[in-house]
């Protein structure tokens, strides 16, 4: 694969008219993310319903259950959220996931748009608790903090001509170390270590987010010639499911760090 930082690279565009080419960039880049908004809309209001329906007011005939912040819960946020079936709600989306991501090459580009918008409203579904541990004010600042961040790292990832291979690496071997930390974490119960966590989770998945940024870019850069529509629009998919990622753990990370909670 040539390297787009080359001056191979950069002869293998010629004969492509500018225009055209940007065009194609552009079109390819919107799709994937007019795809991750969509899915990122559609987790917003999947946890909206989700905790709508799961709560009451202390007293209220349907209250069946208190949240260990005193929030009531209906007999719904019971299930969702302090049953033996809030498992299948979070371990559904990486069922969800790795099915998308181990056979997207297979589906039809509906299909495997229709899987990552299933992924994001069972996510959606998930997050209902955050808004039991949250204040909705709280949320919603570090969704449009998250947003922001976001939203200017990958069009730094767009827009640098600097290869961050390098970057992204480093980043990678990060979240490794952050996952097992909190992996072993979850037994220690240390707060130090979730505020390290967490800091680092905001650094890592910044990185991350400019990188697959540019990744993504020069994907289409290099295979756009050989692949067909089709191609191309299961790749914006698989895409938008990578930057939604970023999104969703940088703004976890940040919720867990800088977030008002309830009580």
Same mark, same amino acid.
């Given at each position: ?79 969702? =959220? ?20 181990? =056979?997207?090459?297979? #589906? ?62 480093? #980043?990678? #071997?990060?979240?490794?170390? #952050? ?67 970023? =999104? ?16």
């Amino acid at each position: 694969m040539l390297d787009y930082y080359s001056s191979d690279a950069g002869s293998s565009l010629k004969g492509v008219g500018s225009a055209s080419f940007d065009m194609g960039l552009r079109a390819y880049m919107l799709s994937v993310y007019n795809h991750m908004a969509m899915g990122v809309a559609m987790t917003g209001v999947a946890a909206y319903l989700v905790y709508f329906m799961s709560v009451t007011s202390v007293g209220s005939p349907d209250a069946v259950y208190v949240w260990m912040n005193g929030v009531a819960l209906t007999s719904f946020g019971y299930t969702m =959220f302090a049953s033996n079936f809030s498992w299948v709600i979070v371990l559904a989306p990486l069922a969800i996931v790795l099915m998308l991501v181990g =056979f997207i090459n297979r #589906m039809e580009p509906s299909t495997a748009r229709s899987v990552f918008y299933l992924y994001s409203v069972l996510v959606g579904a998930s997050f209902g608790i955050l808004l039991l541990e949250f204040t909705g004010k709280s949320v919603c600042s570090v969704f449009f903090i998250s947003s922001a961040t976001f939203g200017a790292l990958s069009l730094y990832g767009y827009n640098t001509r600097r290869s961050l291979t390098s970057l992204g690496s480093f #980043m990678t #071997m990060g979240l490794f170390g #952050m996952i097992i930390a909190s992996i072993v974490n979850m037994f220690l119960g240390n707060s130090m270590v979730d505020f390290v966590l967490s800091v680092a989770g905001i650094l890592i998945f910044s990185g991350l987010t400019a990188y697959h940024t540019q990744s993504l870019k020069n994907r289409y850069l290099h295979s756009r010639e050989v692949q067909g529509a089709e191609d191309l629009e299961r790749s914006a998919v698989m895409g938008a499911l990578i930057l939604y990622l970023d =999104f969703v753990n940088l703004f976890l990370r940040i919720l867990y760090l800088t977030g008002q909670r309830r009580g």
